[in-house]
C-alpha cells in the first residue's frame, strides 16, 4: 500500500518569513495530493491540491510542487502570519475507480513566533 | 451548503461494548470516507462508501465495520471496544469521482474506552 513521509514534524519561523513542509510518497500509482490544515480542536480543512499532471499550483500565499520522477511533493507558504500557526497534513491517493481513501503524513505543527 | 455533519460529537464507552457513529455528507455528495486519528498515529483511514457498497477498506480489524444508506449517509461501528480505539473519529465527504473527489470533513467523535 502507500506509504507518506513527511518532514519536519514541527517548524517554528518568524513571522513575515516562508516556511517549507515536504512529503514524499512510495505509490507511483498515486495521483492526487491534497494538503490539510488543522488547528486546535477543529476539523482538517483542505487548503490546497494538485494532481499529477500539473508541477506546481499557487494560491495566495499558498503553493504547492511536485515532482512525480522524485516522488515528492511541498507545500510552501510565504509571508507567513499568526494564523498560519496549526498542524499540517499531506497526504496521497490514487483516483483510478474513483476509491477516494487518502494515506496521510503524520503532520507537521507549524509555529509562527511574532 | 450545509457541511458535513458527525453525530454524537462525544462518546464514552467501556471496553467490551459497542459502539455506533453517525456521518451525514454535504447535499449531493456519494462518497464517505471513515479516518482514525490519534495522537501516535496520526490519521490513518478506515473505509470508503460510495453509492452504498464499500469500495476501499484500510488495514483495521473486522471488529470496524460501516454501511451507507440511500441518501449517503454513513454509520460506523465498532464492536467489542478496546481501551486503544480511544480517537477521534473523522468522516470526510466527496463527490467520488476522479475529477471530484476533494473531501471535506466532519468535526469527528470524539470516543473514550473506559
Known amino acids: 500500500g502507500e506509504n507518506v513521509e513527511q518532514h519536519p514534524s514541527t517548524l517554528s519561523v518568524q513571522e513575515g518569513d516562508s516556511a517549507v513542509i515536504k512529503c514524499t510518497y512510495s505509490d507511483s500509482a498515486s495521483n492526487y495530493f491534497p494538503w490539510y490544515k488543522q488547528e486546535l480542536g477543529k476539523r482538517p480543512q483542505l487548503i490546497i491540491d494538485i494532481r499529477s499532471n500539473v508541477g506546481e499550483k499557487k494560491d495566495q500565499r499558498i503553493a504547492v510542487t511536485l515532482n512525480k520522477t522524485a516522488k515528492h511533493f511541498s507545500l510552501h507558504i510565504t509571508e507567513t502570519q499568526p494564523e498560519d500557526s496549526a498542524v499540517y497534513f499531506c497526504a496521497a491517493n490514487w483516483l483510478d475507480g474513483g476509491a477516494d481513501g487518502l494515506t496521510f503524513g503524520k503532520g507537521t505543527h507549524l509555529i509562527i513566533q511574532p | 451548503k450545509a457541511g458535513v455533519t458527525q453525530t454524537p460529537r462525544y462518546l464514552i464507552k467501556t471496553r467490551g461494548q459497542q459502539v455506533t457513529l453517525s456521518c451525514s455528507p454535504i447535499?449531493?455528495?456519494?462518497?464517505v470516507s471513515w479516518y482514525q486519528q490519534t495522537p501516535g498515529q496520526g490519521l490513518q483511514f478506515l473505509f470508503e462508501?460510495?453509492?452504498?457498497?464499500?469500495?476501499n477498506k484500510g488495514n483495521f480489524p473486522g471488529r470496524f465495520s460501516g454501511r451507507q444508506f440511500s441518501n449517503s449517509r454513513s454509520e460506523m461501528n465498532v464492536s467489542t471496544l478496546e481501551l486503544g480505539d480511544s480517537a477521534l473519529y473523522l468522516c470526510?465527504?466527496?463527490?467520488?469521482?476522479?475529477?471530484?473527489?476533494?473531501?471535506?470533513f466532519g468535526p469527528g467523535t470524539r470516543l473514550t474506552v473506559l
Open positions: 462508501y460510495f453509492s452504498e457498497t464499500q469500495r
Open positions: 470526510a465527504s466527496s463527490w467520488g469521482t476522479p475529477q471530484g473527489n476533494e473531501q471535506f
Open positions: 447535499s449531493g455528495h456519494r462518497s
